[in-house]
């Protein structure tokens, strides 16, 4: 039905999250709020546990770690999205697509297996609790990170990889705020339901099996601490519940969309807010509010920028 059905899209039509005036104010509001304080908060844990000296420790280089992924996970489509809302035609080019499919698997393929990590850690701590200090060693957290980057690069690299191979010849209009994977490979010129299914759901099946992994060792954890009930155990608990919600609340949606794709694109829609948006948000209040220790050393670390304010060396130091 086209001309030249080989030549390939230039740009993308992004529909954004509504029609209605009213919301996208709304909508524009709450996510230029949510992203800068996704932006505050993280970068405050990032701080506060690299000049803490007694926050050095696998748990929370982990946790650093992890605020900087939601840093990044907020930041590659997040933005684009809220210049975008009063925009009348929000187009977004070929490359600036792929790049969004790139970025949104490798952080989120690499927060997962950081999440494993930090999983472990705790499952380590204790289950076996003796053996903590030779197992979580420096190498062995230096090596989980690496390892978490790597593979969702090559996750992301698996995904783009087949992205890369449709033919893109005329349908360009993504039905949400930036580019997902589902909602893109629909629009490609010859029929890949069967391949796409496939495709998608090795996704879905990974997000589901890390999850179950997550779910079991948690919940060990947990039984293990309620057995052991000493004095530092309200501490772990809450430490660990902690963990265990910001599992539940990647996980659920990153699950949803990709081990039924193609099925209700509002559901979809919605649902990528979520880990795009809101759970980068709530990762550091979860972390903070739940955790005495991240809480102190916070409010030490604002109280001193406070004091240092119009001092003329504003230097940060800790006893
Ligand atoms: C991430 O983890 C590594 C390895 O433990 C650690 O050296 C680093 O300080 C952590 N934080 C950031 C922001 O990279």
């Not at 289950?127 to 990170?145: A, D, E, F, N, T």
């Not at 997000?207 to 948690?218: H, P, R």
């Amino acid at each position: 039905m086209e001309a030249v059905n080989h030549s390939r899209v230039s740009e993308f039509v992004l529909l954004g999250l509504t029609d209605s005036p009213q919301l996208q104010i709304f909508l524009f509001v709450m996510f230029s709020v949510f992203c800068l304080m996704t932006m505050l908060g993280n970068c405050l844990i990032l701080l506060t546990v690299l000049s803490t000296p007694h926050l050095h420790s696998p748990m929370y280089f982990l946790l650093s770690n992890l605020s900087l992924i939601d840093m990044c996970l907020s930041s590659f489509a997040t933005p684009k999205m809220i210049m975008d809302f009063f925009a009348q035609h929000k187009t977004i080019s070929f490359e600036g697509c792929i790049s969004q499919i790139f970025f949104l698997h490798l952080f989120t393929g690499t927060e997962i297996v950081l999440l494993i990590s930090m999983s472990f850690d705790r499952y380590i701590a204790i289950c076996k609790p003796l053996h903590y200090s030779s197992i979580m060693s420096q190498r062995v957290c230096v090596g989980l990170v690496a390892t978490s980057w790597t593979v969702g690069f090559l996750h992301t690299m698996s995904q783009l990889a087949f992205t890369l191979y449709l033919p893109f010849c005329g349908p360009n209009v993504v039905d949400s705020f930036f580019c997902d994977l589902p909602l893109v490979i629909q629009l490609a010129c010859i029929d890949i339901y069967v391949l796409g299914i496939f495709m998608i759901s090795t996704s879905g099946v990974i997000a589901l099996v890390s999850f179950l992994f997550l779910l079991t060792s948690y919940i060990t954890v947990l039984v293990t601490i309620k057995d052991h009930s000493s004095t530092g155990s309200t501490k772990a608990f809450s430490t660990c519940t902690a963990h265990f919600i910001v599992v539940l609340m990647f996980f659920g949606p990153c699950i949803f969309i990709y081990v039924w794709p193609f099925t209700d694109f509002l559901v979809d829609k919605v649902l990528s807010v979520f880990y795009t948006i809101f759970t980068p948000f709530l990762n550091p209040l979860i972390y903070t509010l739940r955790n005495q220790e991240v809480k102190t050393a916070v409010k030490k670390k604002l109280s001193n920028q406070y004091l240092n304010l119009g001092k003329t060396t504003p230097i940060y130091s800790v006893q």
